[in-house]
């Protein structure tokens, strides 16, 4: 199950890539190093809790390029097959984060140098930043290379193992921004399709406040007025509009940046002047489609939960619990999972990082067109990721789960098992697809015709 993150910035309509640029031929990328493992050893965790921090790979979008952190003992080592020479280690490192043309992967890495004080770098292909910082946050990439992430000047640990609260400031490119009181740090800030946007969320005065940052680098709040708490944010293609999911009236919110969701708090989605999720328990997880004032969330009434258009009637929750939603890339469909007798934390339900932590249950695809009724497909799964449209919108491909194995399913069309699978990519014709896989310590890019 993946660490809880306070605040989630969602962003689905990702720039397309050039069809030519990916490639559409199998390939071993690359095979995992004697003496690297994918496991590190055991870490006890400030509240004495046990886990074992383990490393999912990441394929470029191209399928040209692999990267993933390498771990020996309790060290951790940037792992990127586009580069040649042998990588430092870090005693913290975040996973990579790849441009949308594959070009460029960055890290987050940072050492302890004393009892009381560490110091990161932004990795980029390879190589340090010649800055360093008393802390930072994660870090993303924007469609242009531009880097986007928090600092916290000033950064020391205390007693407790934690770090002290500061003020930060946002990075953005070569520009900063004011000092905040807090900030979402530890969520990437989120770049709209288009690269002209870049959204994240910063505290005040008891306020939480959706940070905008424009082409020119100017950062301002999107309203004077700012919530209580900030669950997670969307922005659209164009990055002109933000959905905000808020908590509605007053509540407990537990300290942190943005105060993640208790069981049992309402949160509701505001767009513009607009309010959406009002009539249920709860709402969140919004999606815009590529059509104008085309908008899609997640809602849960009862113990049910559903995917709602904004102009819906009257939407019902029929699933136990359901992915966040897809759109084809004409707007004209629409698709997720629903997912039955799953084992699901509240903490988690409507969260954008959710999809990642179900335990158990069985999957089965949905799909609706236009506003017609969402029809549930008859085969079942254990599980299922990364839903992807062709780019004609007639064929769906997506990752699925079977035991311990993974695969990629196209209606009736199938992949072999594999231990890890990455998200398919459709070629210019919506014929073929391609998928990285990995088989033990090899690391493959594969293609299902």
């Not at 586009?82 to 890290?107: A, K, M, N, R």
């Not at 459709?426 to 690391?443: L, M, N, T, V, Y």
Request: glycine residues 12%.
């Amino acid at each position: 199950m993946p660490r809880p993150i306070r605040v989630a910035v969602l962003l689905l309509a990702s720039t397309p890539l050039a069809a030519q640029s990916i490639a559409f031929e199998p390939k071993l990328l690359h095979t995992i190093p004697d003496g690297i493992s994918l496991e590190g050893d055991p870490i006890t965790d400030p509240n004495g809790d046990s886990f074992t921090p383990t490393s999912d790979v990441v394929w470029g979008p191209t399928g040209r390029r692999v990267a993933y952190i390498g771990r020996r003992g309790q060290t951790s080592f940037p792992i990127d097959s586009g580069i040649d020479t042998q990588p430092e280690g870090f005693h913290y490192l975040d996973s990579p984060v790849f441009s949308s043309d594959g070009d460029d992967v960055v890290w987050r890495a940072g050492n302890r140098i004393k009892p009381k004080k560490e110091k990161w770098w932004i990795l980029r292909n390879g190589e340090r930043s010649k800055k360093s910082y008393d802390w930072i946050g994660s870090v993303s990439i924007g469609p242009d290379g531009t880097i986007a992430f928090w600092e916290q000047p000033g950064a020391k640990i205390v007693a407790d193992g934690s770090y002290n609260r500061g003020k930060q400031v946002f990075h953005v490119g070569k520009k900063k921004g004011k000092k905040w009181e807090d900030a979402t740090a530890l969520t990437p800030a989120a770049f709209s399709a288009d690269g002209s946007t870049v959204a994240t969320a910063a505290g005040k005065g008891g306020e939480w406040h959706v940070l905008i940052t424009d082409k020119n680098g100017k950062q301002k709040p999107l309203t004077k007025k700012g919530f209580q708490m900030i669950d997670s944010i969307a922005l659209s293609p164009n990055g002109k509009e933000a959905a905000v999911v808020v908590m509605a009236g007053m509540g407990f919110a537990p300290p942190g940046p943005g105060g993640m969701p208790m069981p049992g708090q309402k949160l509701v989605i505001q767009h513009g002047k607009n309010t959406y999720g009002k009539q249920f328990d709860s709402a969140g997880v919004p999606v815009f489609g590529p059509k104008r004032k085309q908008l899609a969330y997640k809602f849960a009434d009862g113990k049910k939960m559903g995917i709602a258009l904004t102009n819906d009637k009257k939407p019902r929750a029929e699933h136990g619990y359901v992915t966040n939603p897809v759109f084809s890339p004409d707007g004209s469909r629409m698709a997720y999972a629903a997912i039955e007798d799953a084992k699901v934390e509240p903490f988690y339900k409507m969260t954008t990082y959710c999809d990642f932590a179900i335990e158990g249950g069985k999957a089965r695809l949905v799909t609706r067109k236009g506003k017609g009724k969402p029809k549930v497909d008859d085969a079942e799964y254990e599980g299922i990721l990364h839903i992807t449209f062709s780019p004609d919108g007639k064929r769906i491909a997506f990752v699925a789960r079977k035991g311990k194995k993974w695969q990629i399913v196209c209606g009736d069309e199938k992949s072999d098992l594999f231990d890890e699978v990455g998200k398919p990519v459709f070629d210019e014709s919506s014929k073929r697809i391609a998928f990285g896989a990995r088989s033990g310590r090899e690391i493959w890019w594969k293609v299902l015709e």
